[in-house]
């Protein structure tokens, strides 16, 4: 009685502190996205680059040079421009939302990339000027309109997008706000957009440290959970004082096994000495060096989904193409050397904690997979002859190659293990889930760093658990391109048994 009186009050409490705003339209009128503008504020820009320069080259050409410059080399000119400096800006940030409302703030960025270009593109044109059939300076002439008219358009894009933002008429990327109630009180929801593009759905606030009861945190991040869930909210944003480590630890732990991305806001100490200030309507603004540090990155989008699902399909019908005759002769080897079937087949937990059938070239005169089962070990007297090289070798992994094609593998994740052990270890090691987030792999980030084979104690289990989690937060194409190669190297030591 009493332990369900203290749940119903940690519970009325959690919700009293929880204010919720969902993303509402304006006088029945749909929302822009901000990656939208960013996107329209790209294709402005180098659509005035090819015009400027097109009708600059040929206005010049037409003029003064004999014989002109067609329609195609001008325009051709304009758009290597337009693509080079669209992708520059573009790299330095200059298409966020939070730079398309201050222009002046990056505009030392955008004349030192039309710079860079510009003299790039006139080092071409004079590079090549004996074997074009006109002369390039008209072209080279082009690149002064380019900066006056871009500059036109960034002013243009900034007043627009100022009116839409004052109209409501903007939606930035989705996220659940979690913080102390001091670090929540002089951020606003109209702050999070101006300044980074984020659009807030939901707002929690946990108490400081001292008024807070042990486990308030991790019912405080399921609530934040929930909401991100229920709001569509595509990240988690921070905004703690940068001294309370417990709480930030505890709710990256928590917060770990959502597929939703986890920012930390810098706090108001760092705010300040950075600029945080007033804008000239009295609204708080953050400083233009002030941005959220990514801790955990989001689960792979579908396009980083479609480029793994690419490799997988490629290297594992290549490799299954070139390395048949070997299955064969290793299924006649197993025959040959011991009683039982060529294949081993266990259930492991995948893609979500969705269960599926491994297959392996079996390597041991057992074929456990219940409750209970005992790992491999050094000289483990139930491996075979010809299973301990196998083993070895790794060639006892290939057939899991057909569980890459069949989708419940990739070639790259955490390896996953007997679903009895999945149980043991997730009652140890409170991370343990978190490395379904992903499929698991034929090899991984804790097998090329040494982590292969038995697991005598939690500990090793928890190091194993701590490089998947890095590989997962850490995830790029070129990175499972590394590990690949990486592991062809490893099968070479002797550290599989």
């Known amino acids: 009685m009493l332990l369900s009186r203290l749940t119903g009050t940690l519970l009325n409490n959690i919700e009293s502190q929880i204010r919720t705003t969902k993303v509402s339209r304006v006088s029945g009128r749909s929302k822009i996205s901000y990656q939208t503008m960013e996107t329209a504020a790209g294709a402005a820009e180098f659509f005035v680059i090819v015009v400027i320069t097109a009708f600059n080259g040929l206005v010049c050409h037409c003029s003064w040079f004999d014989p002109p410059a067609t329609l195609g080399a001008a325009i051709g000119t304009g758009a290597v421009s337009g693509l080079l400096f669209a992708y520059g800006a573009k790299v330095y940030g200059l298409y966020t939302f939070p730079a398309l409302l201050s222009p002046l703030q990056h505009f030392g960025r955008v004349i030192g990339i039309w710079a860079a270009v510009s003299a790039a593109i006139a080092a071409f044109l004079l590079f090549l000027k004996d074997d074009l059939d006109f002369a390039p300076w008209p072209l080279i002439m082009a690149t002064l309109p380019q900066l006056i008219a871009l500059s036109l358009t960034r002013f243009l894009f900034a007043k627009a997008s100022r009116a839409l933002l004052s109209a409501g008429r903007v939606a930035g990327r989705p996220v659940v706000t979690i913080g102390e109630p001091v670090e929540l009180a002089g951020l606003s929801a109209k702050a999070l957009l101006q300044s ?262 939690a500990d090793l289990m928890r190091e194993r658990v701590k490089l998947d989690l890095w590989y997962i937060d850490n995830w790029s194409f070129g990175l499972d391109i590394s590990i690949l190669f990486r592991t062809c190297l490893e099968v070479l030591r002797d550290r599989a048994y």
């Open 196 to 457: 980074f593009g984020l659009s807030e759905v939901c707002r929690v606030a946990i108490p400081a440290a001292p008024a807070r009861r042990s486990g308030e945190i991790q019912a405080y991040a399921g609530r934040a959970a929930a909401a991100a869930q229920e709001f569509g909210a595509a990240e988690f944003l921070l905004v703690l004082s940068w001294n309370s480590q417990e709480t930030f630890e505890a709710l990256k732990t928590h917060l770990r096994a959502s597929p939703h991305a986890v920012s930390l806001l810098p706090d108001r100490n760092i705010r300040t000495m950075l600029g945080e200030g007033e804008s000239p309507g009295q609204r708080r603004i953050l400083p233009a060096r002030v941005f959220p540090v990514r801790v955990k990155r989001p689960s792979l989008t579908p396009a980083e989904r479609a480029a793994k699902r690419l490799l997988d399909i490629a290297v594992s019908l290549t490799a299954l193409a070139i390395l048949w005759p070997l299955f064969v002769l290793t299924a006649i080897a197993i025959k040959l050397d011991s009683e039982g079937p060529v294949i081993f087949r266990q259930r492991r937990a995948g893609l979500n904690s969705k269960e599926f059938v491994i297959f392996k070239f079996r390597t041991m005169t057992v074929l456990e997979d219940g409750p209970a089962i005992t790992q491999a070990s050094r000289g483990d007297h139930r491996v075979t002859r010809v299973g301990r090289f196998l083993r070895r070798s790794s060639i006892d992994e290939l057939p899991q190659l057909f569980n890459v094609l069949r989708g419940d593998m990739s070639l790259v994740g955490p390896r996953p293990h007997a679903v009895a052990h999945d149980l043991e270890y997730t009652a140890l090691i409170a991370d343990y889930g978190s490395r379904n987030l992903v499929k698991p792999g034929m090899t991984g980030w804790a097998q090329v760093k040494g982590l292969r084979g038995e697991t005598r104690s």
